[in-house]
């Protein structure tokens, strides 16, 4: 279970939640991605997919 409690930033995709989980009590950022910004918009589609493959592909700690 998470428990997201404020708005941490707000980017192109959607908004980027704070919270805490039992699994990581010291705190996790959810980003919420809108998904009705990307059904008419192929070049808004390409970016996310993008940033899904780099976000993807690193590799550190605090990253899950």
Known sequence: ???AWR?????QFG???????ALYPEG?????????KFSRNE????LLQRE???L????HKNII
């Open 1 to 3: 279970r998470l428990f």
């Open 7 to 11: 708005i941490d930033r707000k980017g």
């Open 15 to 21: 908004k980027v939640y704070r919270g805490r989980s």
């Open 28 to 36: 996790v950022a959810v980003k919420i991605i809108r998904r009705s």
């Open 43 to 46: 070049k808004l589609k390409h």
């Open 52 to 54: 899904v493959e780099v």
């Open 56 to 59: 993807s592909s690193l590799e």
